[in-house]
């Protein structure tokens, strides 16, 4: 790929991260004067809207954001490379893994944002026991196994994956929401609508579920 004239990156910044999408997308590569450019232009990375580094960001392989690196776009945008980067392929672990908190100071959402604080804040399961495998998923799911590739505690996954298989269903109903005060009488109620659940076609929602409780309720 060659610029059409050397005022295009001063013209429109972002090209300097399109330039090296495109290359990662479709195998091209800049001739040695535009990459020159880049490279004189690299502290124009991060003048763009952020949503537009964003869309361009997400787009990159593991391959795209070592390219990033090479040219010098990943300290003024406030990354860095990173030992995680390929130690899980989806687009948020590598946004995480390349720019940690400073991820933050991009227009992200809430929910990209939950995900990158749980791996930020995740602590390694102290061993493979239920008990702490246990305490490690219910810091960190639904993004477990995530976390355990940025804590390069990967010898935890097959535990955690059979944790999630052998994870009971979500029951139809609650005790705290059946409406009444805790006691035995919740029991005996979640224990009805278990019981009924197992060959009841009218439970297999929770509106037949609470029908049930109601008419127990007499």
């Given at each position: 790929m060659r610029a059409i004239a050397p005022a295009v990156f001063d013209d429109d910044p972002l090209r300097l991260l399109r330039a090296v999408r495109l290359e990662?997308?479709?195998g091209f590569r800049l001739d040695p004067?535009?990459?020159a450019l880049v490279r004189e232009h690299a502290g124009l990375a991060a003048r763009p809207a952020g949503e537009r580094i964003l869309d361009e960001l997400r787009r990159l392989s593991a391959d795209g954001y070592d390219r990033l690196a090479e040219?010098?776009?990943l300290e003024p945008l406030g990354g860095g490379p990173s030992?995680?980067?390929?130690?899980?392929d989806s687009p948020w672990f590598r946004l995480a893994a390349t720019f940690g908190e400073g991820l933050k100071r991009?227009?992200?959402?809430?929910?990209?944002?939950?995900?990158?604080?749980?791996?930020?804040?995740?602590?390694?399961?102290?061993?493979?026991?239920?008990?702490?495998?246990?305490?490690?998923?219910?810091?960190?799911?639904?993004?477990a196994l995530?976390?355990?590739?940025?804590?390069?505690?990967?010898?935890?996954?097959?535990?955690?994956r059979q944790a999630r298989e052998d994870e009971p269903a979500e029951p139809l109903l609650r005790g705290d929401e059946l409406g009444i005060d805790p006691g035995p009488e919740v029991g005996r109620l979640l224990a009805v609508v278990g019981r009924g659940a197992g060959g009841r076609d009218d439970l297999d929602e929770r509106g037949g579920a609470f029908e049930l409780v109601r008419r127990s309720l007499g």
């Open positions: 990662d997308e479709l004067e535009t990459e040219l010098g776009l030992p995680r980067l390929r130690a899980y991009l227009p992200i959402s809430n929910e990209l944002r939950r995900f990158t604080d749980t791996l930020l804040r995740a602590e390694p399961p102290a061993d493979s026991s239920p008990r702490a495998i246990h305490r490690f998923r219910k810091a960190t799911e639904p993004w995530e976390a355990l590739a940025f804590l390069e505690a990967g010898e935890h996954a097959g535990v955690v």
